[in-house]
């Protein structure tokens, strides 16, 4: 059973650069492992031992089970992602195959690129139904760079905040300064200036 919910999968910034690497890199297919964390997003992507072809890529299946034994959070690793190529995007009966020996009592991502930068998500759920959430949205989550304090200090130091003042107008060599001038009254922003105003020449 298929269904559309609004879902999204994020992907590290780092994470998706190394795959678009690896997608240009190889003739045809490959594909590697990444964690999920538990708001969906996808980082610390794994390539491993692999033969490929232009349609197929296969996992040294020792490489996987070491990687996972030495992992410290084996259980985070819940991310298969693949290229096609040169083809397009989409699930293929291989595809399909793998994702279910991929099953597990959580959920799985899944991933499919192109080298023309392609791509399409989806997540597949085994417990308590079967279900799969295709053609998901895929955000790149940009690095936090840990700027707040920097950032707060050149704020505080260079910008002076007030209250909104009214405009002045500067039509005709006049200068209307307050609500009574301008015939309204405001309770506080700015005012609401006729369409005429906005006239500049």
């Given at each position: ?10 992907i590290?910034?780092?994470a998706?650069e190394?795959?678009?690497h ?23 992507v794994?390539?491993f031992?692999?033969i ?9 299946q020792d ?7 030495t992992h ?8 298969w ?12 009966q291989?595809?399909?195959?793998c994702?279910?020996g ?6 799985l ?5 192109n ?8 997540i ?13 949205p895929l955000?790149?989550r940009?690095?936090?760079q840990?700027?707040r304090g ?12 007030m209250?909104?003042m009214?405009?002045?107008?500067w039509?005709?060599?006049t ?10 009254s ?5 005012p ?6 906005a006239d500049?020449?």
């Amino acid at each position: 059973m298929k269904v559309k919910q609004n879902l999204r999968v994020r992907i590290d910034a780092d994470a998706m650069e190394r795959i678009w690497h690896w997608t240009d890199l190889a003739a045809g297919e490959f594909s590697c492992l990444a964690t999920v964390t538990d708001d969906l997003v996808v980082g610390g992507v794994q390539l491993f031992g692999q033969i490929c072809t232009s349609a197929s890529t296969e996992i040294d299946q020792d490489a996987l089970a070491k990687f996972l034994v030495t992992h410290q959070q084996p259980e985070r690793v819940r991310a298969w992602i693949h290229s096609h190529g040169r083809l397009g995007v989409f699930w293929s009966q291989q595809d399909e195959a793998c994702i279910e020996g991929l099953a597990n009592d959580l959920c799985l991502i899944s991933i499919v690129v192109n080298k023309k930068r392609e791509w399409k998500a989806r997540i597949d759920v085994w417990q308590p139904f079967r279900l799969t959430f295709d053609d998901l949205p895929l955000e790149i989550r940009l690095p936090d760079q840990n700027l707040r304090g920097e950032c707060e200090a050149l704020f505080n130091a260079h910008v002076v905040e007030m209250a909104p003042m009214l405009m002045p107008d500067w039509r005709a060599g006049t200068r209307r300064n307050s609500p009574q001038q301008q015939g309204q009254s405001h309770q506080g922003g700015w005012p609401d200036f006729d369409d005429d105003l906005a006239d500049w020449r």
